[in-house]
Nanobody, 117 residues
Framework: QVQLVESGGGLVQPGGSLRLSCAAPGSIFRICDVGWYRQAPGKERELVAAITTGGTTNYADSVKGRFTISRDNAKNTVYLRMNSMKPEDTAVYYC???????????WGQGTQVTVSS
């Protein structure tokens, strides 16, 4: 499997912004669909945003218009830009890369995001 490394989490005030990064070795993101998931305490892990190899994106209703997923293949990195953040965005955020063709199904270790005043 592929090692994914998330970074960029932290503490932010309501209304603030953060950018998460998910780095991977080589050109793995050229062949994988990538998703950002989050898991809050006592809740199930949920899909926040995803981007396909073709660049198609989709978002959870709760983050539409506030979060943006993007991919920089030259830097082997996928980003999640989070704006207008709310306390309910507090969770551990995970990066996931998947390719059925190449049998890749990998998760990062997660990064904590806390939205609080």
């Amino acid at each position: 499997q592929v090692q994914l490394v998330e970074s960029g989490g932290g503490l932010v005030q309501p209304g603030g912004s953060l950018r998460l990064s998910c780095a991977a070795p080589g050109s793995i993101f050229r062949i994988c669909d990538v998703g950002w998931y989050r898991q809050a305490p006592g809740k199930e892990r949920e899909l926040v945003a995803a981007i396909t190899t073709g660049g198609t994106t989709n978002y959870a209703d709760s983050v539409k218009g506030r979060f943006t997923i993007s991919r920089d293949n030259a830097k082997n990195t996928v980003y999640l830009r989070m704006n207008s953040m709310k306390p309910e965005d507090t969770a551990v955020y995970y990066c996931h890369a998947q390719s059925v063709t190449y049998r890749i199904d990998s998760w990062g270790q997660g990064t904590q995001v806390t939205v609080s005043s």
